[in-house]
């Protein structure tokens, strides 16, 4: 079976200092990879560097059936890069939700625009996926209207109205009070249920053990170590793991 | 005093000396009574509302003897006759003033040749402030007449390749002004007048200049025009339905310059915040240029600098000039609106696969022009307002109509607050309506 997503050498660079120095990584269909790792460790940058958010130097990225490579331009290889987005969702560690948009036309927005269905197709798909995610109640809520977990719930639901391929989430529950955590959480673990292919970044370790299939720890621009998340978390070798999780 | 050669003007090589036929007169008069002529600027239009505030003691300035200037204040012996004289294209077959039926004659507002066209049926009088631009529209075919003061149409008219005097329509006297109730100032300046008139100066003056004429040996017997009694002057209907029709003009104007302005504001700050490197300097460029530069300016190029290569109407240029100039300030306010919209709203967009159009379309921009939308709504109001500039081209709206009743009146309480009241009738509604939609799409916390 060919990987969904796979990263091969990805390198790059801010300011002329490296963030991801070589990263390889596969994640199967169906797989949910947790990504674990001290700050400033290139997490979020590995995870946009997947739908090229953020330009890699060297090394290449295969997604969805597509090749990126570096030096990809918003402008001249804009129907590579949507090809690409239109099938990897992203969920955002701020949300980003559009706020002039109500929590119904934020979700019906993309498969609207960019899929092309018609007006009532796209918002029936949005409304059911409200509901999937605990929200149709609050369809014809503004943003500005629900607490941070309600809108972080409306954010995965968009992103899950494109039928993505994988979805990747920065650190979704981080913006989060602590009691609003536990709904997101669960909706993501329902997910992973019905075999949403997921690379998520988190510092949620119970939810990583519980959740992920397989846990990476990305440290200094590196993968230090990987495998499944009880025995990552339980028995750490590299010494970068052991540190992140404060062991001695 | 305002005019213009030969009447009174700065001296070419010394700015602080005057010249003119009229400067002459003044200091021959002042000599003669022991005192200096000082001279005051004033616009010629709002001589005589100057000179009842006391601005200045005394107008000498082309000011022609007309009943309803007798009525406000006390004039001299005439110092000067005059004819109103027709002066067209000298490829047009135009003879008379009635010959100009329906076409555009353009004179001076406020002047004897104004009241004289008003009152010919059918001509379609338009307003200059200045002397050249009349004979300059002429030229270029923006009118089919002018008709001004032979001094005026010798100095600034009949000199022109393609212009030629076609009748003479029209005779009047200037004389030189003071406050009714100024009876021994009045006198003064009238003997010390008659004194220059019956011992050659002011025909060695005259003479001087080349103004000197047949028609000046009759001075010798004029008299003062006696002072008429005050008429009560009333805000006619024809009057109220001429300012309506004004504030018409002020919203058709004003409406279509701010369409220009919001689509060509959109235009420049997009190119400035997205376009490739020369199209943003090209737009910084235009910004820059546009905000730097008085409006006044700007339609004075497009109109009369332009005419050459690009003979506008006055209607387009006033549009466009108000339209260009506002499009500069609407750019920096969509551009603020577009810096208000944060970063991450651009990625959720292309995350999801919206092409970069999709995302500052339907993303971007709206919530951009929320943040926009109270600048743009004031500035319209503030645009209201400036298109009175555009009587500098001719176009007759509020502002304008209001100095040409006031003129006619001989008051200007009534016509400006009349005047006022029109404005607050644009202005309010598009107040309140701009804070309408500013409730209704009032940005939200992200």
Known sequence: MTPVVALRGVTTQLGGTAVLRGVDLAVDRGEVVAVLGPSGGGKSTLLRAINYLTPFHAGEVEVAGQRLRPGLSERRDAALLRAVRRRVGMVFQHFHLFPHLSALDNVSAGPRRVLGLGHEAARARARALLERVGLDGQADAFPHALSGGQQQRVAIARALAMEPEVLLLDEPTSALDPRLVGEVLAVIADLARAGQTMVVVTHELGFARRVAGRAVVLAGGRVVEEGPPERLLDAPQAPETRAFLGLR | ?446
């Open chain 2, 1 to 446: 005093m305002q005019g213009g050669e030969p009447y009174v003007f700065q001296d070419p090589h010394d700015s602080r000396k005057l010249l003119g036929f009229e400067v002459e007169i003044a200091d021959a008069l002042a000599r003669r009574l022991g005192v200096r002529a000082e001279f005051v600027q004033n616009d010629w239009q709002t001589l005589i509302p100057s000179l009842e505030r006391d601005d200045f003691d005394v107008i000498l300035n082309g000011l022609e003897v007309t009943p309803e200037r007798r009525a406000r204040v006390a004039f001299t012996r005439p110092y000067y006759v005059f004819t109103e004289t027709l002066v067209v294209r000298d490829d047009e077959r135009v003879g008379s003033l009635a010959d100009l039926r329906g076409k555009r004659v353009g004179t001076l507002g406020g002047s004897l040749a104004h009241a004289l066209l008003a009152a010919t049926p059918g001509v379609r009088t338009v307003l200059y402030e200045g002397v050249e631009e009349p004979y300059l529209d002429l030229e270029r075919g923006r009118l089919a007449g002018v008709v001004l003061d032979d001094v005026i149409a010798r100095r600034y008219g009949l000199g022109r390749p393609h212009l030629r005097l076609a009748a003479t329509v029209g005779e009047g006297e200037y004389a030189i002004a003071v406050r009714p109730d100024h009876t021994a100032l009045l006198e003064a300046v009238d003997g010390a007048l008659a004194a220059a008139r019956a011992d050659g100066e002011l025909r060695a003056i005259l003479t001087r200049w080349g103004l000197w004429n047949a028609r000046q040996e009759a001075l010798a017997t004029a008299a003062p025009p006696a002072p008429l009694p005050p008429s009560g002057s009333r805000l006619t209907w024809a009057e109220v339905v001429l300012f309506l029709r004004a504030a018409g003009v002020t919203l058709v104007v004003s409406a279509a310059a701010m369409g220009l302005a919001v689509a060509g504001g959109l235009g420049l700050s997009i190119a400035r915040r997205y376009g490739a490197r020369p199209l943003r300097a090209a737009a910084t460029a235009y910004i820059e240029l546009f905000r730097g530069t008085p409006v006044l300016l700007q339609l004075y190029v497009l109109y009369y600098g332009l005419a050459p290569v690009l003979p506008l109407g006055a209607f387009t240029a006033a549009v466009l000039g108000l339209g260009l100039n506002y499009a500069a300030y609407e750019a920096e306010l969509y551009r603020a609106g577009l810096e208000a919209v944060p970063g991450g709203q651009t990625e959720a967009a292309l995350a999801l696969g919206f092409s970069r159009g999709q995302a500052l379309g339907r993303i971007v921009l709206p919530q951009a022009l929320r943040v926009a939308l109270p600048g743009i709504a004031n500035d319209f109001i503030a645009l209201l307002k400036d298109s009175s500039l555009v009587s500098v081209i001719t176009v007759v709206e509020l502002t304008k109509q209001m100095t040409i009743t006031a003129v006619d009146l001989r008051g200007w309480l009534v016509p400006g607050l009349v005047c006022a009241a029109l404005y607050l009738a644009l202005s309010y509604p598009l107040a309140r309506l701009a804070r309408r939609l500013e409730r209704r799409l009032a940005p939200v916390a992200a």
